[in-house]
């Protein structure tokens, strides 16, 4: 079990889905970091009791491989869609950072993915700490050490619980590469 005992790692996520329109995101606590999340989709992972837990210590383990700190996530929305793509930069992606964070819970190839580890968030938390849009910095290609820190884990399928793996290379990007 993960103990959280600094006050400036508290999440103040405020749930705004979209099929609850109005809603008003929670002011959360000052000085705290405040993050938006909207869900846009039913991928059984994200209603599962540990969701918010997961997202959080994805998001910790993913600051520190980049060495940004929650900071940079204040006042950012993160966005996760059930699409094939996403839209990003005139391309199509499994997330993108544009500001704002947006990501999909489906691979066309891996289909929905069981848990919040699979997806792209690691990638675009990096975009958030370093921008680097262009992918030069090499640790867009050494994620191992990431996906180790969130592999073991439960994720949730359609049909149950099912392993959840983290996939590196979903999450590895060619340097110099847009
Ligand atoms: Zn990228």
Same mark, same amino acid.
């Given at each position: 079990?993960?103990?959280?005992?600094?006050?400036?790692?508290?999440?103040?996520?405020?749930?705004?889905?979209?099929?609850?329109?109005?809603?008003?995101?929670?002011?959360?606590?000052?000085?705290?970091?405040?993050?938006?999340?909207?869900?846009?989709?039913?991928?059984?992972?994200?209603?599962?009791?540990?969701?918010?837990?997961?997202?959080?210590?994805? *998001?910790?383990?993913?600051?520190?491989?980049?060495?940004?700190?929650?900071?940079?996530?204040?006042?950012?929305? *993160?966005? *996760?869609?059930?699409?094939?793509?996403?839209?990003?930069?005139?391309?199509?992606?499994?997330?993108?950072?544009?500001?704002?964070?947006?990501?999909?819970?489906?691979?066309?190839?891996?289909?929905?993915?069981?848990?919040?580890?699979?997806?792209?968030?690691?990638?675009? *938390?990096?975009?958030?700490?370093?921008?680097?849009?262009?992918?030069?910095?090499?640790?867009?290609?050494?994620?191992?050490?990431?996906?180790?820190?969130?592999?073991?884990?439960?994720?949730?399928?359609?049909?149950?619980?099912?392993?959840?793996?983290?996939?590196?290379?979903?999450?590895?990007?060619?340097?110099?590469?847009?």
């Amino acid at each position: 079990m993960r103990l959280d005992a600094s006050p400036s790692l508290a999440l103040a996520v405020a749930l705004a889905t979209a099929s609850c329109g109005g809603s008003q995101p929670d002011e959360g606590v000052q000085g705290v970091q405040e993050m938006r999340l909207v869900l846009e989709t039913d991928a059984p992972f994200t209603e599962a009791a540990d969701f918010q837990s997961r997202l959080h210590d994805t *998001i910790d383990v993913a600051l520190s491989y980049w060495g940004g700190s929650w900071s940079d996530l204040n006042g950012r929305t *993160i966005t *996760i869609v059930d699409a094939p793509s996403v839209e990003c930069g005139g391309g199509s992606a499994l997330g993108c950072f544009d500001g704002n964070v947006q990501l999909t819970t489906r691979d066309p190839g891996l289909g929905t993915f069981v848990c919040i580890e699979e997806t792209v968030l690691v990638h675009e *938390i990096g975009h958030a700490v370093l921008g680097d849009p262009d992918h030069t910095d090499p640790r867009w290609m050494q994620m191992d050490s990431v996906a180790a820190a969130l592999s073991g884990r439960e994720g949730y399928s359609s049909e149950g619980l099912v392993p959840c793996v983290p996939y590196v290379s979903v999450w590895r990007h060619p340097l110099d590469a847009p």
